[in-house]
């Protein structure tokens, strides 16, 4: 099982709606994906090109962020002038600095181990937990989220444990994000093969090797259809993948087209999801354009 | 005869099938409609009644399913397994339907007016299936009874490991499944084309039509060509 979601909102003055529309299409998967659900959402970047956002999930709920904010800031590097400011939500925060992730990423697993970087890029900002659908977009206050698109994932784990860390989306480098409907069966395999290239994988998860997989061609220099084509050699298992990179919007559906996926789309935006029921409730849905994607055709568009 | 309306606004799946499955209650129903089925699962199912119902919006998965004797149309698309097991009656899909429309249906006629996802029809027991569009891959996989007509195209493996019932085809066939073959019309194959149009009520003409059926090389085990299996 596992439901996914996905919205594009075309024109930027609907945009404020983004979490308020994709709310009601994630609880729609609940039934699909009750143990876990994770929300990756991109906004512009903002307008200096130095700032990078870092999602952090703490799931101890030990660590004080505003603490962590100020202990990073009082931090000396004798070529960088640190700066930073931090948003908070429960056990989750956005923090934006200019530090890059070779610097930032050994310091939090110094100064606070129990911190996972869920998310880094200028675009992305990432939030998933264990739990209802609805209870984690309460947690997280999901409906007063705004951007230009999102993807969203509700989990019935089959394969490996049901934690944070295990939860969809999974990223890989920056600006990146996948979910996945189905299931792989020669994930390790893949890792291997990757670990080799010297990548580095967090969980036992099999939608993690496909993420680190697709990023991983996407940055020796492949477009997104060719790193899915090299994919589809390489995937044993069945999938409906969603990503999202800080412009675009992306689906496919294995060659068997064994796990569902339904698109609407109209002049204000595009959604999809695993079943209608999660895009009934859209504005102008019944004047939307409805399908479902063939086998194996890549759909792409931008934000 | 009077008509009955649900609202899935404020009712349940659950109570609109105990309702159609309940004769006395039906006794003097002709018509039920069920409105704002923004994509629920599992509507009208497993109606023994010859009565309509009409689901005005997108229906979810096995719509119709395990169907006997009762009409059931829907206004809008409708998810995987359409009318699956239908027994006898009829389901119009006014829309497209996705993937397994049909599969294992015994009798009864399905209609869509739009295209059929994947594996259409797969397993099919009897019944008739009518697609005024495209059907995807691996449709009719196993079909052992029944007819199942195609008015635009058809994905990969058309009628892999046929069993008896027969396709008709208008548009193109990207490729057919094993034991699948092409074969001549004649008058009662233009005749069947022609009663499944008019069932549909669509003005197609029965000679742009081909006939796919079972090449019949995979019925028994042939031991001097062990290796074409």
């Known amino acids: 099982m596992c439901g996914i979601v996905g919205l594009l909102i ?24 009750p143990d876990s659900a994770g929300l990756a959402l991109f906004r512009k970047p903002s307008a200096n090109g130095q700032i990078k956002k870092y999602s952090l999930f703490d799931p101890t709920g030990q660590v004080r962020w505003q603490e962590l904010l100020e202990h990073l800031k009082n931090r000396q590097y004798a070529e960088t002038a640190v700066s930073a400011s931090l948003t908070s939500q429960a056990n989750h925060a956005i923090l934006h600095t200019n530090l890059e992730p070779p610097i930032l990423k050994p310091w939090l697993a110094e100064h606070y181990p129990a911190v996972y970087v869920l998310s880094v890029g200028r675009a992305i900002e990432l939030y998933k ?22 993807v969203g994932h ?28 189905g ?75 064994c796990k569902p996926a339904v698109v609407a789309e109209t002049e204000d ?17 019944n004047d939307a354009h409805i399908f479902e994607p063939a086998p194996e055709e890549l759909h792409i568009w931008k934000a | 005869m009077e008509s009955v309306t649900f609202d899935l606004a404020n009712t349940t799946v659950r109570q609109i099938n105990s309702f159609l499955h309940d004769r006395d209650k039906l006794r003097h129903v002709s018509l039920v409609k069920i409105l704002n089925p923004n994509g629920a699962h599992n509507l009208a199912c497993g109606i023994d009644s010859p009565i309509a119902v009409e689901i005005h ?61 994947l594996r259409c029809g797969i397993s099919l027991k009897g019944a008739d299936i009518i697609v005024g569009g495209s059907v995807g891959s691996f449709s009719a996989f196993m079909a052992q009874a029944g007819r199942i007509l195609i008015c635009g195209d058809a994905g990969d493996a058309l ?3 046929l069993y008896e019932a027969v396709i008709y085809i208008k548009g ?16 009662s194959d233009y005749q069947a084309v022609a009663e499944l149009l008019s069932k549909a009520g669509w003005d197609h003409d029965p000679q742009a039509f081909k006939r796919v059926a079972s090449a019949k090389q995979l019925y028994h085990w042939n031991a001097n060509a062990s290796k074409e299996y």
């Not at chain 1, 264990?130 to 209870?135: H, I, K, L």
């Not at chain 2, 239908?86 to 249906?105: C, D, E, Q, R």
């Not at chain 2, 193109?172 to 008058?187: R, V, W, Y």
Request: glycine fraction near 12%; charge should be negative.
């Open chain 2, 172 to 187: 193109e066939i990207k490729s057919l499944g094993a034991d699948a073959q092409i074969e001549p019309m004649q008058e």
């Open chain 1, 154 to 181: 509700t989990r019935m784990a089959t394969e490996s444990a049901v934690t944070p860390a295990h939860a969809h989306p999974f990223t890989a480098g920056e600006d990146f994000c996948l979910v996945h409907n």
């Open chain 1, 269 to 285: 935006y595009v959604a999809i999801a695993s079943e209608f029921r999660s895009l009934a409730h859209l504005p102008h849905i």
């Open chain 2, 57 to 117: 919006g997108h229906a979810g998965y096995y719509v119709a399913g395990m169907n006997q004797q009762a009409r059931v149309t829907v206004f809008g698309n409708a998810g995987t397994g359409t009318a699956e097991n239908m027994m006898s009656g009829l389901v119009h899909i006014k829309g497209y339907a996705s993937g397994n429309a049909g599969a294992s249906a015994h009798g009864g006629t399905l209609i869509i007016d739009g295209s059929a996802g």
């Open chain 1, 183 to 257: 299931s792989l069966s020669n994930p390790h395999s893949l890792r291997r093969k990757l670990e080799k290239q010297g990548i580095h994988f967090d969980t036992d998860n099999d939608t993690e090797a496909a993420c680190r997989f697709l990023e991983w061609r996407l940055r020796e220099g492949d477009d997104l259809a060719t790193a899915l084509a090299k994919g589809a050699k390489e995937f044993d298992g069945f999938y409906t993948f969603l990503m999202g990179t800080g412009d675009q919007l992306a689906l496919v559906r294995d060659a068997f087209a």
């Open chain 2, 159 to 161: 009628g892999d490991s």
């Open chain 1, 129 to 150: 937990d264990v739990g209802s659908p609805r209870a984690i977009a309460q947690k997280y206050q999901f409906h007063k989220l705004a951007g230009s698109h999102a």
């Open chain 1, 10 to 33: 075309k024109k930027p003055e609907l945009q404020p709606h983004l979490g308020e529309w994709l709310v009601p299409m994630l609880e729609g998967m609940a039934e699909r994906g």
